[in-house]
């Protein structure tokens, strides 16, 4: 019955009709192809033992467990890998090769990347033995990036997560205060205070680099937690940079609840901190989460700030840590950059994904109603 | 006895009632608040950062006088707020501001006091002064002392401590030093290279028989070269005689042409000393973009490029977002959400992430996309080496940024458009286009009019993108010395120059630019405000 009804319904749309579907559908999955290419391909650079960023294809060869195999002295050992094949962390690869009956290593592979190895005259060995194993696995490069002690991922990761989230949480809190005033009370210089607001936030404060740089400079001589070099610096520079626009964003949100609620409780006797704190705060609760994870992803992704203020690796942010891999001209390192592109990028990815519709809505309201 | 009364105060004030308690704690708290700021503006003002000290008294004023005065008591919500934004924003603007009249930058990094402070520590030996050999001495103070040797006089002995000098008579000329002389001990071969370091320091000798530490052989009458004369605002330098005055003029030589050096110590032959100091130079970081050629030049590209790049990229993003935004309406498409959630990844990436792998997957010789032009025969654009197509490159990166965001935004504004006014369209004949031009665009722009707006400002100040794709390259040859590029905006530009690797920081005209972004930024803003209708919004509750 019910499928009946669903065919004669179906029946309804003309051929044009269906037609423009099957156009809409195939646009559609080009769209996808155009936005997941270079995601693809990241993550394809991060599972590519070979440290390169050309992929043949899109899940890359992995070299086999290769035995190396010895050929007479003074000639190349030929290794049957490809040059650049990452086999360990930038451990070194030893050789351990039999000279005069005695065993010798043989240290000559740098940072873990296969070569061909020159073995000299008078070094013996029994052809055909078998020196070392290669071996290599899709997860190379993540664990190089997880366990390079010069690059300490993992600590970067955990600067950016208490940078940006106790940035986020400062920004709520004070930003909060300042909406409910605005929402609430009518003072004078108000209005000019708003625009003062918006206009001092478009300031690309970027640009004012050299006064701040200065300033925690000056300040580090006498607070060495807020000063350059320091986590507690740089927050100090988000969390005054993050004042202006939360402010505008929050009282739209505090204007959207009805005054009729704290008014009549103002009239029962309580005060304005009691209307806040049991009133007003519970029901733009919501929405205070997410500008507070706003702020958060904001934060965890600044990166010019955080690579002028921070010089000390310890202190580096994930993004900061992240471009080193890439930026040099020689020695850029595709391969463990998108290991680490993928492992930063999923605490932004995940509460993109997850709150899609509130983030939508609190941008729209936020900007719409100014 | 006063700890005593002060918390009988308490009690008392607890039984008052929760008013007075609460007024007690908001008095305690300023105190605490107060005796900080009392100590940052005393230890700024001690290093001389004046400016510092000054932004921090205001703040803490300002503070005070609305914890206290009942009729700002809106404001004490705010307060925190505005305390953090007048320290973190509006004094690096002020800064910034007063930064872009002056010369600062390279060379002229230091304050005059401090250039002539550096400057008064260089000696010299005026004529007729004597050398000596010396050896070091300290005393169970540790004081030290020099024992000197006139190596022209036969090897005569000479002592001079810190405030005395005298010829040695007890040891003969010629003789080994002696261990201890005058309570004085003469150190060790390892001591002595410490000390030394910490006497070189020092002036020995009296008034009239001055001993200075020239080297690690010689000592003499080494006497203070550069001599500043407050009265005629000018260095002396005592051993050519010539007077280096303070220049401190802007503008250009009326013959040559040629610009002033400003925030130098200049004498009548236009020798220069080594170190310049930082001085107001009045407008002349701005009218540099006029006078200039080598700024005005590259300037007028970069700011088109920066009105172009913005303008490109807001259309672009909206369009192709819009156009997704377009088919996602339509109700038959299975896996809505899925393809929906698909199509926002790229915007849920950091962006510096996004251009980075952009950047990789472009290069010339290596990059994916070149590798896949080149399988279909074709010679792969070099997107990083002609200015065309970088910025080509540049736009597509932000487009596939961008689109993103407006798809959101145009789905929600789409579906509030309501059905009925199509129907009616529909009645009356119209098709898609028409519809599309005269009911969906025009309602749709009001509602996304304002983001388009901001999504401009934001991609005027787009430094990220520019950055991470290939540092504002590849560069503009008319630009000289100035690290401009073609694909640089205007910020980036900015930013090169103060921070420039390599090529030398010029913050005041960095702060010029700025100040020129600010202002351009501001009436976009202003325009944007007035567009929303906030004004208005404002206005009423008022």
Redesign the interface.
């Known amino acids: 019955m019910s499928s009946l009804a669903h065919k004669r319904k179906r029946s309804r749309y003309t051929l044009a009709q269906n037609a423009q579907l099957a156009l809409q559908i195939i646009i559609l999955i080009a769209a996808v192809v155009f936005a997941l290419f270079p995601i693809i391909w990241v993550a394809s650079a991060a599972l590519n033992p070979a440290q390169s960023m050309v992929t043949q294809s899109i899940i890359p060869p992995l070299p086999e467990v290769r035995v190396v195999y010895a050929k007479e002295p003074g000639t190349l050992l030929q290794i049957a890998a490809p040059n650049g094949t990452r086999v360990e962390r930038s451990a070194e690869l030893v050789l351990l090769v039999e000279v005069d009956g005695k065993e010798k290593e043989l240290r000559a592979i740098k940072n873990g990347y296969v070569e061909n190895i020159r073995i000299s005259v008078g070094e013996s060995y029994v052809e055909g033995d078998a020196l070392y194993d290669i071996s290599s696995s899709y997860f190379i490069n993540f664990d190089t990036l997880l366990n390079t002690p010069r690059k300490p991922f993992l600590r970067w990761m955990v600067n950016s997560c208490v940078i940006a989230s106790i940035s986020a949480v400062v920004i709520v809190l004070v930003t909060a205060f300042s909406a409910y005033s605005f929402s609430r009370f009518r003072f004078y210089g108000r209005r000019s205070l708003l625009v003062l607001i918006l206009l001092v936030q478009v300031f690309p404060n970027l640009l004012a680099l050299v006064a701040i740089y200065l300033m925690l400079q000056q300040i580090g001589n006498h607070i060495p937690f807020l000063g350059l070099n320091t986590a507690g610096g740089l927050m100090l520079v988000y969390i005054g940079g993050g004042m202006g626009i939360n402010i505008w964003l929050m009282k739209g949100f505090f204007d959207s609840v009805p005054r009729d609620i704290d008014e009549s409780a103002l009239v029962d006797g309580a005060s304005h901190w009691q209307v806040y704190w049991h009133l007003i705060f519970p029901l733009v609760r919501p929405v205070l989460v997410v500008v507070g994870i706003l702020s958060f992803v904001g934060t965890y992704n600044e990166f010019v700030l955080a690579r002028v203020m921070l010089r000390d690796k310890d202190t580096w942010t994930l993004m900061v840590g992240l471009w080193q891999y890439i930026s040099a001209n020689f020695a850029q390192d595709w391969g463990v950059f998108g290991a680490g592109a993928i492992i930063g990028a999923l605490p932004s990815l995940a509460i993109y994904l997850m709150l899609q519709d509130q983030i939508v809505g609190g941008l729209t309201q936020g900007a719409v109603k100014g | 006895m006063n700890r005593q009364a002060a918390s009988d105060n308490q009690t008392r004030r607890n039984r008052g009632g929760s008013d007075v308690l609460r007024l007690f704690i908001t008095y305690l708290a300023l105190a605490l608040v107060d005796a900080f700021a009392l100590y940052?503006i005393y230890?700024?003002a001690a290093?001389g950062?004046i400016e510092?000290a000054v932004a921090v008294g205001v703040v803490t004023i300002g503070v005070n006088i609305i914890n206290l005065r009942q009729g700002?008591?809106?404001?004490?919500?705010?307060a925190?707020?505005?305390s953090?934004?007048v320290?973190?924003?509006?004094?690096?603007?002020v800064?910034?501001v007063y930064?872009s009249f002056t010369n600062?930058g390279d060379g002229n990094l230091l304050t005059k006091q401090q250039v002539i402070r550096i400057l008064s520590q260089e000696t010299y030996l005026p004529e007729g002064g004597k050398v000596y050999a010396w050896a070091i001495y300290a005393n169970a103070a540790g004081d030290y002392a020099l024992w000197l040797t006139d190596r022209n006089a036969d090897d005569r002995y000479y002592f001079a401590t810190l405030g005395g000098f005298e010829a040695v008579e007890s040891v003969a000329a010629g003789a080994d030093l002696p261990a201890e002389y005058r309570g004085y001990q003469l150190l060790g071969r390892r001591e002595a290279l410490q000390a030394a370091r910490e006497a070189e320091e020092l002036g020995f000798g009296t008034a009239d028989q001055p001993i200075g530490i020239a080297g690690r052989r010689e000592a003499g009458e080494f006497a203070q070269r550069l001599v500043y004369q407050p009265e005629t605002d000018a260095i002396l330098d005592m051993e050519t005689g010539s007077l280096y005055r303070a220049v401190y003029d802007y503008g250009r030589d009326e013959t040559s042409g040629e610009p002033y050096q400003t925030g130098q110590f200049v004498n009548d032959q236009g020798d220069t000393l080594r170190t310049g100091f930082r001085a107001g130079i009045g407008t002349q970081n701005f009218s540099s973009f006029i006078d200039n050629d080598e700024i005005r030049g590259p300037l007028i590209r970069i700011f088109l490029w920066t009105i172009g790049f913005s303008l490109a990229s807001v259309f672009t993003t909206f369009a192709l977002g819009l156009f997704?935004a377009l088919?996602?309406q339509?109700q038959?498409?299975?896996l809505r959400k899925v393809?929906?959630?698909?199509?926002?990844?790229?915007?849920?990436?950091?962006?510096?992430?996004?251009v980075?792998?952009?950047?990789?997957?472009l290069?010339e010789n290596?990059?994916?996309v070149s590798?896949i032009i080149r399988a279909f025969g074709l010679e792969p654009p070099p997107f990083f080496i002609d200015p065309g197509w970088a910025k080509l490159g540049i736009l597509l990166v932000n487009l596939?940024l961008g689109y993103?965001?407006f798809m959101?935004?145009c789905s929600?504004?789409l579906a509030a458009i309501p059905s009925d006014m199509y129907e009616a369209a529909e009645v009356d004949g119209a098709g898609w286009w028409r519809k599309f031009r005269d009911l969906t665009l025009p309602l749709l722009l009001v509602?996304v009019g304002?983001?388009l707006i901001?999504s401009f400002?934001f991609n005027f100040?787009n430094?990220?993108i520019i950055?991470a794709y290939d540092e504002g390259g590849p560069p503009m040859k008319e630009a000289g010395n100035l690290p401009a590029g073609h694909t640089d905006i205007l910020?980036s530009y900015?930013?090169r120059l103060?921070?420039g690797s390599g090529r030398g920081s010029d913050?005041g005209l960095?702060?010029a630019?700025?100040i020129v972004?600010?202002a351009m930024?501001?009436c976009v803003?202003?325009l944007q405000?007035r567009l929303?209708?906030?004004w208005e919004?404002?206005?009423e509750?008022?």
């Open positions: 940052l230890v700024f290093d950062v510092l700002l008591y809106a404001l004490r919500w705010i925190p707020a505005l953090l934004m320290l973190m924003v509006v004094y690096p603007i800064y910034t930064v600062f997704f088919i996602m339509n038959r498409i299975p393809f929906r959630t698909l199509l926002i990844i790229p915007w849920a990436i950091p962006g510096l992430i996004s980075a792998v952009w950047r990789g997957m290069n290596l990059g994916v590798n596939w993103p965001y959101l935004v929600g504004a509602a304002p983001l901001a400002t100040n430094f990220t950055e910020i900015a930013f103060a921070f913050f960095a702060s630019i700025t972004i600010f930024v501001a803003t202003l405000y929303t209708k906030g919004e404002t206005s509750n008022v």
